[in-house]
């Protein structure tokens, strides 16, 4: 089975520096990558997705992650965050049906 | 449109009692997934439906877990004999089809005390 690491459990930063969300991931079949935000007492959102094709994909609120077969990396990156950006980050990996999370990366943005 | 709703937001119980949580899909979506989320970790996967059938329980905890989705829409989670260990949120998520983008509810919050 799959299986992901994001290896920060929490990322303080000020507001409008750049800011680098890192995600690893293990697998022995192809898989589609995800991220998703999770607002306090909200669902998780989906940021962006990779799942074929340039392996720099671009989602919403100016986030994007590139794919890195080689590393088996999905690192999120937005290059001048805000502060309504402070929320909860999952990274994820799916397989067929059988979809995995990280344990999350706690964004603070701090003024 | 109406997104994924789950009910009741928050339900505390007592240890050794049965619940039922509540997910209602998107609309038209044919896949549904209950997954857990417990204090300071990620979703973990519990149950998958694809219309009526349990296409995948394999993250059934144990067998004081159980899920149904009759008519291919709305899901109930049920959990018998209930325990401290089984606090946590319970996220319900759909799809459109199977291996599209899933859309995530609020979740339910269950505390046991």
């Known amino acids: 089975a799959q299986s992901v690491t994001q290896l920060d459990s929490q990322v303080p930063v000020f507001e409008e520096a750049p800011v680098e969300l890192r995600c690893n991931y293990s697998s022995s079949v192809s898989v589609y990558l995800f991220w998703y935000v999770q607002y306090p007492n909200q669902g998780l959102q989906l940021l962006l997705k990779?799942?074929?094709?340039?392996?720099l994909v671009k989602g919403i609120n100016g986030f994007e992650a590139e794919f890195n077969k080689s590393q088996t990396s999905f690192h999120l990156r937005k290059p001048s965050v805000h502060i309504s950006d402070t929320a909860e980050y999952f990274c994820a990996v799916r397989a067929y049906n059988d979809m995995r999370f990280g344990a999350g990366t706690r964004l603070t943005v701090k003024p | 449109g109406a997104g994924v709703s789950q009910t009741p937001s928050n339900k505390v119980t007592e240890k050794g009692k049965y619940v039922e949580l509540r997910c209602d899909p998107i609309?038209?979506?044919?896949?549904l997934y209950w997954y857990r989320q417990s204090l300071g970790q990620g979703p973990e996967f519990l149950i998958y439906f694809q219309g009526t059938g349990a296409a995948d329980d394999s993250g059934l905890p144990n067998d004081r877990f159980f899920a149904v989705r009759p008519e291919g829409s709305v899901s109930t989670l049920k959990i018998q004999r209930t325990e401290r260990g089984d606090s946590a949120v319970y996220l319900c998520a759909s799809s459109l089809a199977d291996r599209e983008e899933q859309y995530f509810g609020p979740g339910t919050r269950l505390t046991v005390t």
């Open positions: 609309s038209g979506h044919t896949a």
């Open positions: 990779y799942l074929s094709g340039s392996t």
